[in-house]
């Protein structure tokens, strides 16, 4: 069974500070995503990155994809209250594989 | 531009009933995926399905749960003889078949209680 950790769980700071959350896992996927869940609502893709090392900018956001396919982080620069929820990575194991599995998610809070 | 379509948004149904989730993807998407997210817990993969065929149910209960994704409609999933441990928010994905790799995107998701 793959696992895919993050951390931290929670993280709250300040508007305008920097963030790193990662996604760790001991297997390879052939492809990974981040997702954003609002509370009541279904996640957002934020991106999807597929090649060991890729790199993605997302406005404020930096997504990287580990060398070995194994792990993913997030970085959100000067970051903002609408910034605020909870992010997800999800990875499928093989192409043609379509079961995604779910990391355990970072709740982000942002205070103005 | 619709994007996936779920009804109901939120429903209740009293231990014993069976409850009927309904999912329209995304245009042009041909593929459905089903996830379950338990209250302070993450989204645990269910089903996936095509037109006619569920490819993975691996997530599935053996028991009272089921989905479908005819030929024509949305698709289906029914949960039968509903308990209290059945109270979530389910949740359905559509997507393309994009170079091989695997790009969901969500619907806003239907929030059972069973009571």
């Known amino acids: 069974t793959q696992l895919l950790e993050q951390s931290p769980q929670f993280l709250s700071i300040q508007e305008g500070e920097n963030l790193t959350v990662y996604c760790n896992s001991s297997s390879v996927f052939s492809s990974l995503q981040w997702y954003r869940q609002e509370p009541g609502e279904g996640p957002v893709l934020l991106v999807t990155?597929?090649?060991?090392?890729e790199v993605k900018k997302l406005k404020r956001l930096t997504f990287q994809f580990g060398d070995a396919r194994k792990d993913s982080s997030l970085h959100i620069t000067a970051a903002q209250p609408g910034d605020t929820g909870l992010y997800l990575c999800a990875g499928a194991p093989s192409f043609g594989n379509e079961k995604l599995t779910f990391g355990t998610g970072t709740r982000l809070t942002i205070i103005p | 531009n619709a994007g996936v379509m779920q009804n109901p948004r939120h429903l209740v149904r009293r231990r014993g009933q069976e409850a009927r989730l309904r999912c329209s993807p995304m245009k042009g998407h041909s593929h459905v995926y089903w996830y379950r997210q338990l209250p302070e817990e993450g989204l645990k993969f269910m089903v996936y399905?095509?037109?006619?065929?569920?490819?993975?149910e691996s997530g599935m209960p053996k028991e009272r749960f089921s989905a479908e994704f005819p030929k024509e409609g949305p698709s289906i999933l029914r949960i039968q003889q509903v308990v209290r441990g059945d109270s979530a928010a389910y949740f359905c994905?559509?997507?393309?078949?994009?170079?091989?790799?695997?790009?969901?995107?969500f619907g806003q998701g239907t929030r059972l209680t069973v009571v």
């Open positions: 990155v597929v090649t060991g090392g």
């Open positions: 399905l095509q037109k006619e065929n569920i490819i993975d």
């Open positions: 994905a559509s997507s393309p078949v994009v170079g091989g790799y695997t790009e969901a995107f």
